[in-house]
């Protein structure tokens, strides 16, 4: 292999992933250059496609903003699986493919005839990865799932949010979006051993371990005896938002009666309450009190840098927007446009991780089947008479 | 078949805090070798201080430092298992030397200092890469190895504002939250695995080594994408959304008896309404003209969420999860750090490690978030003490004598107890 060849570029992935979790997973493999042909149930197809934000108002297969970002860089193929006749076709496809991804509830794909046991005796070096919202076994495995739950589950909420109001989620899909993190370093820990070894396995992912990971705090307080609590956030008012002044953790000694200055405030120079970190943090509130009346008239970017300049630990609450706008993300050339025929060029956020001389694939999202001819006619050899075939009886 | 999926990688480590810590005790979970470089003089920020001012925000087995603090404070013991440990003062020339003799012995050199400080050191990647071109540097910072706010500083709730997290979490009446868990830490722990695996086997190909360049600002950003395209064509920015969900309703957590207990509920079709109805002992709910879709059902947000919390009310947490769950009903006890480390479905899986550690007693260890069929995880060995393995790593592993390595603890090039502890 050469240097032009991605780091994935020989291998293929049989992706029968849906909603988030999964597709997050196969999206960074097909971002490593893998052939990844997605699986879809005829005329359905994945359930986000179904699920807002919807570009253009209208909802249909090909504007959900969820789906197009989560599949970029992916082929699209259609087959019911369900059926004796589409679980075979299937079969026959996972010889030719190195992964096989899906996040069916467990014992499902073992049901259909086509779980890891049986596709992995012809195919031994396949990986297969299974993502669920609790595991392949245990006493909640049949349990469904989904991003708040996750974050219930895992003992992440449980510590977010004020004192005296109820545990609060982080927005978005963050749980599942981290889950498809873990399922793509264990597959490509499993990829590893297969390179070195020659065999396939099973990769179990479960959304609930998944969060309890991501707990970083929770479990290890409580043990040595500092049970967390859910608590205010330091941020005060800037002109246009919100900004964290970070003056309590990262100035340096020297730099407080620069901070003052900029303030404005050289009285508060010697002032015990602020001249050093731990009484700096010990009096926050009073703190976020003086640099709160400065910051009101600033806007919130603005003062990141001021403050950042000055070696404090600072922060501004960004939105997409200004996220958009970001000098550093700009620089960096994270946001790539990717055009789709129904939505158009838009700006899609990148590589999350960059490889020196390998180049990050972003490709637009399939419609459903786009690749149906390619896929079977190549692979599996298959004619045009008998993908209609197929087709008629419904299984593409 | 037992064989450790990582076993002959050794690991330079360099990382501290968080988000690198992660990475590398989950490598060593996975069977690598990991040395972690600190110096007597700059800890890993996670040991606390030397000598801790009372109050200091370090968690503490039952709130004692003890004599030894660096080596029980509570972020170090439980992000830094399956390392060895060994001090260094990169700012010597000697301990510089040493650096580089062992960057020549490793695969993986891995730091999230901000992104200049190594150059600064004269350990950049440049002379690394000329040491040992095959070592994979895997660099993991806020914002990246390049552009203007490279050399920010950050931690996890800064950067769950930088990165637009923060600006979606909060109470839909309130102003923005941060996790409290500096979540971008660990989620960047996660996919640095991935992405060095990914490094690896490139270096099968080409038999080189290369740089990894992760920012946690940008992965952070990775997991928000629909939002981004959303605002591009219709101008929307999400912003506060409580515990609600675009498509899901009812969505939320609902109280339960006990101090402070909640069950989180999400209903994702009207099965699951359906479902709901019957849980609660209220079927014929299902068929209210008022809820019978999903959009109505987020329009009457109010009435439902009253409904169900008056029948959670009644409940234990963890009872009323199973009972929903028992008619096909997404719910899940909100767990706290004293359940989720006895909860009876982790403990069946075998999620937890229990860590005998020298200095800080048992206790039950974050593991990793995937089981792999053939490549087992091994059993967790606690963090070690400051420059516990100096011996071992300079004596055998580089082939210095006893008086060699003396001579570098009289120079304080290597030492096991922090500056500041006497």
Known sequence: MTDDIP?????????????????????????????????????????????????????????????????????????????????????????????????CPPGHMDSLGIGYESLSESNPGLIYTAITPFGQWGPYRDYKGSDIIAQAIGALMCVIGLPGREPLKVGGNPLLCTTGMAAFSATMIALHVRDLEGYGQFVDISEMETTAVAQIHTSIHYQFGRAPERRPSNLTRAKDGWVSPGLETGVHEATWPRVCELLGVPELVDDPRFNTAPARRENQQELLKVVGEWAAARPKEEIYHTLQGLRSIAGY??????????????????????????VGKLLYPGPLFRLEGDSWHSGRAPHIGEHNADVYGGALGYTGEQLETLQQKGII | MARLALEGLRILDLTQVAVGPYAT???????????????????????????????????????????????????????????????????????????????????????????????????????????????????????????????????????????????????????????????????????????????????????????????????????????????????????????????????????????????????????????????????????????????????????????????TSERDHYQAMHILQAHGVPAGAVLKGGEIITDPH????????????PEAGGYKQVTIPWKLSKSPRKQATPAPGLGDHNNFVLGELLGMTGSETEELVEQGVIGTRPVGAN
């Open chain 2, 25 to 311: 005790f989950m490598l060593g979970y996975m069977g690598a070798e990991v040395i972690k470089v600190e110096s007597c003089s700059r800890m890993d920020i996670s040991r606390g201080q030397a000598r801790p001012t009372p109050g200091a925000h370090r968690v503490y087995p039952g709130g004692e430092p003890g004599e030894e603090p660096w080596n029980r404070a509570g972020h170090h013991v439980h992000r830094n298992v399956n390392k060895m440990s060994v001090t260094l003062d990169l700012a010597t020339p000697q301990g510089k030397g040493i650096f580089l003799a062992l960057a020549s012995i490793c695969d993986v050199l891995a730091e999230n200092y901000r992104a200049s400080v190594m150059d600064r050191l004269g350990l950049g990647y440049d002379v690394i890469s000329r040491v040992n071109p095959q070592l994979i540097y895997l660099k993991i910072s806020s914002q990246g190895a390049t552009g203007p706010e490279r050399d920010y500083g950050s931690l996890g709730s800064t950067l769950e504002q930088t990165a637009g997290l923060a600006a979606v979490t909060g109470y839909e009446d309130g102003t923005p939250l941060m996790t409290n868990e500096t979540f971008p830490d660990p989620v960047v722990g996660i996919l640095s695995v991935g992405a060095l695996m990914a490094a690896l086997r490139r270096r099968r190909h080409t038999g080189r080594g290369g740089l990894v360049d992760v920012a946690q600002r940008e992965v952070t950003v990775g997991m928000q994408g629909d939002a981004f395209l959303d605002f591009q064509v219709t101008g929307r920015v999400a912003g506060l959304t409580g515990n609600t969900h675009p498509a899901r309703h009812p969505q939320g957590v609902y109280p339960c008896v006990g101090d402070d207990n909640w069950v989180a509920i999400s209903i994702g079709s009207d099965d699951e309404w359906r479902g709901l109805c019957r849980a609660i002992g209220n079927p014929q709910m299902a068929d209210d003209t008022r809820f019978v879709s999903s959009k109505l059902r987020g329009q009457e947000h109010g009435a439902i969420d009253a409904i169900i919390g008056h029948w």
């Open chain 2, 346 to 357: 982790l403990k069946s899986r075998g999620f937890w490690d229990w860590v005998d550690h």
């Open chain 1, 7 to 103: 780091v994935l570029g020989d291998i293929r992935i049989l992706d029968l992933t849906e909603d988030v979790s999964g597709p997050f997973c196969t999206k960074l493999l097909a971002g490593l250059g893998a052939e990844v042909v997605k699986v879809e149930q005829p005329g359905y197809g994945d359930v986000s496609r179904r699920l807002p934000p919807f570009l253009g108002g209208q909802s249909g297969p090909d504007v959900s903003g969820m789906f197009l970002y989560l599949n970029t860089a992916k082929k699209g193929i259609t087959l019911d699986y369900e059926t004796e006749e589409g679980a075979s076709v299937l079969r026959q496809l996972a010889q030719g493919f190195d992964i096989l991804v899906e996040s």
């Open chain 1, 317 to 342: 609450v960004a939105t997409v927007e200004d996220l958009l706008k970001s000098g550093q993300l700009a620089n960096r050339e994270f946001f790539q446009a990717i055009d789709h025929p129904d």
